[in-house]
Nanobody, 116 residues
Framework: QVQLVESGGGLVQAGGSLRLSCAAS????????MGWYRQAPGKQRELVAV???????NYADSVKGRFTISRDNAKNTVYLQMNSLKPEDTAVYYC??????????WGQGTQVTVSS
């Protein structure tokens, strides 16, 4: 049974920083890609950033230059360093993992609130 444990969300003032973590466990198969999505109230879930097992990254235009995604393959953990946060970054952030064979699994979500 795949489990994803997210941490690091919270309340921060505009211009501040937060670091999200997501630790994955529970499968003998390896993880191809890991990423973060977010969903604001009344909006669809959107991609924030993704990183492959080889370290190739992709970011939403809205976070480029402010957010950095990284991963520790030995620990099956993905991180999202968020700097220069803006009120429009307020959302529930979801960790996503794409495993070989068994497919995609999602975390439960962690709230990020940026006050102006």
């Amino acid at each position: 049974q795949v489990q994803l444990v997210e941490s690091g969300g919270g309340l921060v003032q505009a211009g501040g920083s937060l670091r999200l973590s997501c630790a994955a466990s529970g499968s003998i198969f390896s993880i191809n890609a890991m990423g973060w999505y977010r969903q604001a109230p009344g909006k669809q879930r959107e991609l924030v950033a993704v990183i492959t097992s080889g370290g190739v990254t992709n970011y939403a235009d809205s976070v480029k230059g402010r957010f950095t995604i990284s991963r520790d393959n030995a620990k099956n953990t993905v991180y999202l360093q968020m700097n220069s946060l803006k009120p429009e970054d307020t959302a529930v952030y979801y960790c996503m993992t794409r495993w070989k064979i068994v497919g995609d699994y999602w975390g439960q979500g962690t709230q990020v609130t940026v006050s102006s």
